[in-house]
């Protein structure tokens, strides 16, 4: 479950309703930007974790050949 965030006043003043939906609003932008980013690095990480290891693993000593790297054995 996804905490949420709740801004809430006291009283009946009214001076303090158009700042708390100003804040509110940050907060909802924040979140959906959050997740944009989380969701973009997710994909990155998804299909960019095996050319990673493999442009490790060919700038390594001793230089190995592609096939070598791919190759379970």
């Known amino acids: 479950m996804a905490s949420r965030v709740s801004l809430k006043t006291k009283g009946k003043g009214s001076k303090g ?3 708390t939906e100003e804040e509110s609003s ?3 932008f924040v979140k959906e930007w ?3 980013g989380m ?3 997710k994909v990155i990480t998804h299909y960019g974790f095996i050319p990673l290891i493999i442009v490790i693993g060919m700038s390594s000593e001793p230089k190995p050949s ?3 790297l791919l190759s379970p054995v």
């Open 17 to 19: 309703s158009k700042a």
């Open 26 to 28: 940050v907060a909802v």
């Open 34 to 36: 959050s997740t944009w």
């Open 39 to 41: 969701k973009k690095a």
């Open 66 to 68: 592609l096939f070598q």
